[in-house]
Structures are given as C-alpha cells and as structure tokens.
C-alpha cells in the first residue's frame, strides 16, 4: 500500500513537473498582454508616426525587437487616468530581451530601424504583437 501511494505521488509530481511552462514562456505571454493592453490606452490621433519592422527574417530578429523596443519608448497614453498602468506596460515591455544568432543576417545588416516604414502607435503595437507570437 506504501508503495502504491509513493508510486502515486511521483507519477503526480512529474506530471506536473512536465507540464509547468517555462519561465521564459511566461514572460513572453506577459509581454504579449501588456502589448495589448498598450493597444487599449495608446494615444492614436496626433500621435508620433513610428517605424515599424515588417517582413522580418528568422535570424535577423534581434534588430526588430531594437526598434520595438525604442518605438515603445515614443508611446503616449490616451488619458491621463490610464497614466500609470501605461508607464507600467510600457517598462514591462521594455525589459523585453532577445539574442539572435545572427547566422542568416548578411543581406541585412545595414538595416536600421529608419528604414521601415512610419506608421499609427496602434499599428506599430499590431507589429509588435506578430513579432512575440
């Protein structure tokens, strides 16, 4: 009977060992809600237009999340009631890190987040959302 119940309880703790997600799976999921959340409270109208890489290649990620990483800095909340909760979002976001290989980045090392395309904060945090899924 000892044994069946130490049998049991082993079996439970390694499933549940198993499917316990990653510390790093559970950031990027916390990053991607605070770019939503960003998306709700980010000022849209007169706002400043920001570049905001398309067409990215899988070893050339790391210049991407750059960019992202300093258009965020450029976000202004909506109102000023959902001021704290953006600057929140905002840090959270920013912490985000990303190492690249750099394997497959030749053709476009020269690229500079200049050279993508201006656009709306809500569309630059739509990009941003594709890039973390």
């Known amino acids: 009977m000892k ?17 316990a997600a990653s510390p790093r799976t559970l950031k990027y999921k916390q990053i991607q809600q605070k770019i939503k959340d960003l998306r709700r409270m980010v000022k849209d109208k007169d706002a400043e237009l920001l570049h905001t890489p398309e067409n990215l290649v899988e070893g050339c990620l790391s210049t991407a999340v750059t960019c992202f990483k300093k258009g965020v800095q450029k976000l202004q909340p909506a109102s000023s009631q959902d001021n704290g909760a953006f600057h929140k979002a905002v840090r959270i976001v920013s912490k985000l890190t990303y ?5 497959h980045c030749e053709s476009y090392e020269t690229k500079t987040c200049e050279s993508y395309e201006k656009k709306t904060p809500k569309e630059f945090l739509k990009g941003f959302e594709n890039l973390m899924q």
């Open 99 to 103: 190492r690249d290989s750099g394997e």
């Open 3 to 19: 044994r069946m119940i130490i049998f049991c309880m082993l079996f439970f703790c390694s499933t549940m060992m198993l499917t």
